[in-house]
């Protein structure tokens, strides 16, 4: 029989004794190993939160709401006053990473732009995202708390599922003219001229419009052929999530040779197949000429049957 000496029956023991307590430590701490640390789990830098009334809606780490700025009607920040810096501060994250972005959001959808006053600002689907400072001095809301919702009705918070979002802009038609428009009956009147007005866009900012000829969820326009559908496509939709100035009750969806199209009051919403589905774009509120094509809003008179 072969016999050990003792400092290699101790070595032995030792070696046993080593591979037990790091099995026990692995079934303690199974995301540890003897080579790896322990690692805290992932930080979400942006995630979604729920409220009752405004459904899902972005917020930072900790929880507090992000908004988006309806001017800001390309990626562009467009609150450069003091007093607009001080109510309204930027959101920057620099973790923010494709395992840093909570569940129900999408990587791609964000971005990052320099302001005019060099604060990095960190976009989604194009969109600037800002914090709420009610009293203007640039501290945030409490956690949880969205009372920047509507305020001015140009200050809304951040959705991941807007399918009407509002943005107030010059309109600029396919002509380079600029317009202006009052609210008239049966469809608004177009005038050539500087200001801005609010009108409905898709959840990236490309700009909706109305066709003067259709009637009460009646779409004129598309040939049963979809010949056309390139010059004037119908926007397809069938979900509303609307800002919450908007009364979600006066939208609808109808089908269009298949399509199912989206409704305000009756009418039925289009792109302008020139705008490019480009964010910011207004070219069709000059096609063919100013007011066939009025670009939706929210006072529209509701379409006749």
Not at 179 to 195: A, K, L, Q
Request: net charge positive.
């Amino acid at each position: 029989m072969k016999s050990y000496s003792l400092s290699q029956q101790l070595s032995s023991k030792t070696g046993i004794a080593l591979f037990i307590a790091l099995a026990a430590a692995a079934l303690i701490f199974p995301g540890c190993s003897a080579n790896n640390a322990y690692q805290a789990p992932v930080q979400m830098e942006v995630q979604l939160r729920t409220s009752a009334t405004l459904g899902s809606y972005l917020t930072d780490k900790d929880g507090r709401t992000l908004y988006y700025f309806a001017t800001d009607s390309v990626t562009v920040n467009t609150c450069t006053s003091p007093a607009c810096m001080g109510k309204w501060p930027v959101y920057y994250s620099d973790k923010l990473s494709a395992t840093t972005t909570g569940t129900g959001l999408t990587f791609s959808d964000f971005g990052m732009i320099t302001t005019s006053g060099g604060a990095k600002q960190t976009t989604y689907k194009g969109r600037p995202l800002y914090y709420y400072a009610p009293a203007g001095d640039g501290v945030r809301e409490a956690v949880g708390a969205t009372s920047g919702e509507a305020v001015g009705n140009v200050w809304f918070v951040a959705k991941p599922d807007y399918t009407i979002m509002i943005t107030r802009a010059q309109l600029v038609g396919l002509n380079g003219k600029n317009y202006t428009f009052t609210i008239t009956s049966p469809t608004p009147t177009y005038v050539e001229g500087d200001g801005k007005s609010s009108y409905f866009t898709d959840a990236h900012g490309v700009a909706l419009y109305i066709f003067k000829p259709d009637k009460q969820n009646t779409n004129t326009f598309t040939k049963a052929d979809l010949s056309n559908n390139s010059v004037w496509p119908v926007y397809e939709m069938d979900k509303i999530v609307v800002p919450s100035i908007l009364d979600k009750t006066q939208f609808g969806v109808i089908t269009v040779y298949g399509k199912k199209q989206m409704t305000y009051k009756g009418w039925p919403l289009y792109y302008f197949g020139q705008d490019a589905m480009t964010m910011g774009f207004t070219k069709g509120v000059s096609q063919p000429t100013p007011g066939m094509w009025p670009i939706a809003t929210k006072d529209l008179v509701p379409a006749t049957p």
